[in-house]
């Protein structure tokens, strides 16, 4: 009996490891992953912008701007001109933290009173805004026990911590926006990776083929019920978001879609090659999931884009949940229109077309 049962194992194991592509499959996805979740999947801050508004301009001011930038999680600091300034840095999420020093610093500092320091954090990234914000906490709590301790006081400096979009911290205004771009990728990809294999390892995709549809027809046949598949659960979700979960919808509806459309048809491309690369579902499977794991790593999602090395802002960059992310909390928080939206539309647009031109090029070389 025992001999039987390590002869199944035996057999079982010879094919899964038997075709080479099966084998990149199951080991690709590993290295991949070894790659990445050491730089992406890490909630330490590093490399953040610091917006600082210093209406001081003393001495004591410019000294803890200087500890500030020295530390590893502040290597850029951004001096800032006016409060509107700081509130559009926020809004364009062109910093993490933006720190406001008050009039009076110096004079307090000096004479050992209490010097609040108000710092505005970026709600829509209420983890890493918070760490960030625990970072200069730290550094001015530091500066200002220093400077009390030299005075002979028992004053020191203090930050008081004001939230943008989302002032009372709600864990569902930061997770539900995301989840409606998380679950229209499983949607898209799922759909659409497993078409062309399920067809493949059913014996029909050669029927399919001798049809009157043309290559081109078959790849929009495929592409259209994911997206349909993918606006419905999207919807399901958005609308628990509102109605279930009270999370606020400022923007507009029809862009909502229209954004999903674009990062849909992206995500379609991508499902059409991954298929048209598989012999069967399971393959498909794996692809899917070889793809979702890095695709979330580096959208910003689990870990802040800046802690990461530069490859990997790049690769970023050209993921598409990086910048439906950033729509779907704009639309829900913020209210954004179309003006604001597009310098993270056309992406999703130029990334479409070049994952639907690749899948369609797969597509019809593997059934040439």
């Not at 497993?194 to 995709?205: D, K, M, N, P």
């Not at 109605?243 to 229209?258: A, D, K, N, T």
């Amino acid at each position: 009996m025992l001999w039987m049962l390590v002869t199944l194992v035996r057999k079982e194991l010879q094919l899964a490891f038997r075709d080479p592509q099966s084998r990149r499959l199951l080991i690709l996805p590993v290295i991949l992953q070894l790659l990445l979740f050491p730089f992406a999947a890490t909630l330490e801050v590093r490399n953040a912008t610091l917006a600082v508004l210093d209406r001081d301009g003393g001495a004591s001011a410019h000294e803890l701007v200087q500890r500030l930038a020295a530390t590893a999680a502040f290597p850029r600091v951004v001096m800032l001109r006016s409060e509107q300034e700081l509130e559009q840095r926020v809004d364009d999420q062109d910093v993490l933290l933006a720190l406001e020093i008050p009039e009076d610093f110096s004079r307090r500092v000096a004479s050992g009173r209490p010097a609040d320091i108000l710092a505005v954090i970026d709600g829509r990234r209420s983890n890493s805004a918070q760490i960030a914000a625990g970072y200069a906490t730290a550094v001015v709590e530091a500066y200002g026990a220093e400077r009390a301790a030299q005075a002979g006081f028992a004053a020191p400096s203090s930050i008081v911590v004001r939230h943008r979009y989302n002032p009372n911290l709600e864990y569902q205004w930061f997770m539900l926006p995301v989840l409606v771009a998380i679950i229209t990728t499983i949607g898209s990809l799922i759909v659409t990776a497993l078409s062309v294999a399920r067809e493949r390892e059913q014996g029909t995709l050669d029927q399919l083929l001798v049809s009157p549809l043309t290559p081109g027809l078959v790849m929009v046949g495929k592409t259209v019920p994911a997206l349909i598949v993918a606006f419905g659960q999207a919807t399901l979700v958005a609308s628990a978001a509102v109605f279930i979960y009270r999370v606020p919808f400022l923007g507009s509806v029809g862009l909502l879609y229209l954004s999903m459309l674009c990062y849909g048809l992206s995500l379609a491309g991508f499902g059409l090659f991954i298929s048209s690369l598989c012999e069967t579902q399971q393959q498909a499977f794996l692809g899917v999931f070889s793809f979702m794991v890095p695709a979330v790593m580096l959208s910003g999602f689990i870990g802040p884009v800046e802690n990461m090395p530069l490859v990997f802002r790049g690769l970023s960059w050209i993921d598409p949940l990086t910048h439906f992310i950033s729509i779907v909390k704009g639309l829900f928080l913020k209210g954004h229109g179309f003006a604001i939206l597009w310098p993270d539309l056309w992406p999703l647009l130029l990334i479409a077309s070049f994952t639907m031109t690749t899948g369609f090029w797969m597509f019809r070389r593997r059934v040439a």
